[in-house]
Each structure stands twice: as structure tokens, then as C-alpha cells.
Nanobody
Framework: QVQLAESGGGLVQPGGSLRLSCTASGSFVSISGMGWYRQAPGKQRELVATITSDFNTNYADSVKGRFTISRDNAKNTVYLEMNSLNPEDTAVYYC????????????????WGQGTQVTVSS
């Protein structure tokens, strides 16, 4: 079993910054892809950013240039640095990981964090 522990959400004023963290723990071989998704009230969950095991990144157009995803493989942790936040960024942010639980034959599973609330408001 794999657990994801998220932290770093909160209330911030427009133009402010927040840093989210998500750490994986439990029984697994390695972690391949990691990412962040968000879900605003009344909307579907959407991709924010992803990062591969060799640090290739992908961002939603709405956050390009403002958000930065990174990871520390030694700590099994993924981060999301969010700058220039605006009210449209208000949502519950979810961590997502693709975990290798067996090498041969290869078996991987996707896990989700419990979500952390980010509210951007004056």
C-alpha cells in the first residue's frame, strides 16, 4: 500500500505565492510520473502539472510561467511552487503518482492524495 501526504495549502491574497508538497510512503519499488491536479467547485478535475522520473515537465496553459513543478527522488516528494496566484486558481489540489510496485512482470499503480485546499482571495 502507498500513502500520499500533502501539505502547503491555505488562504493567500491575489498575487501571492504558495508551495505544495506531496510525499509518498509505503511499499513500492520506485515512482515514475508525479503530478498535480485541481478541482474547483462545480468543475471537473483538471491537470495542473506533471513531471517524469527524469524531470521532464508538462503544464496546463493556464499556469505556465506562474507554477513550477519539481521533485526530490531521494525523498519521494513532489512540489508545486505557485506564484502570481489569482482567484481562478482557487481549488482543491490533488497529488498524483504512478508507482512501480513490481519490476517483473512490471506492475504500476496510480495513487491520489487526499487533496489540499488553496483559496486565493482578498
Amino acid at each position: 500500500q502507498v500513502q500520499l501526504a500533502e501539505s502547503g495549502g491555505g488562504l493567500v491574497q491575489p498575487g501571492g505565492s504558495l508551495r505544495l508538497s506531496c510525499t509518498a510512503s509505503g511499499s513500492f519499488v520506485s515512482i515514475s510520473g508525479m503530478g498535480w491536479y485541481r478541482q474547483a467547485p462545480g468543475k471537473q478535475r483538471e491537470l495542473v502539472a506533471t513531471i517524469t522520473s527524469d524531470f521532464n515537465t508538462n503544464y496546463a496553459d493556464s499556469v505556465k510561467g506562474r507554477f513550477t513543478i519539481s521533485r526530490d527522488n531521494a525523498k519521494n516528494t513532489v512540489y508545486l511552487e505557485m506564484n502570481s496566484l489569482n482567484p481562478e486558481d482557487t481549488a482543491v489540489y490533488y497529488c498524483n503518482t504512478n508507482v512501480v510496485v513490481r519490476v517483473f512482470p512490471r506492475l504500476s499503480r496510480i495513487y491520489w492524495g487526499q487533496g489540499t485546499q488553496v483559496t486565493v482571495s482578498s
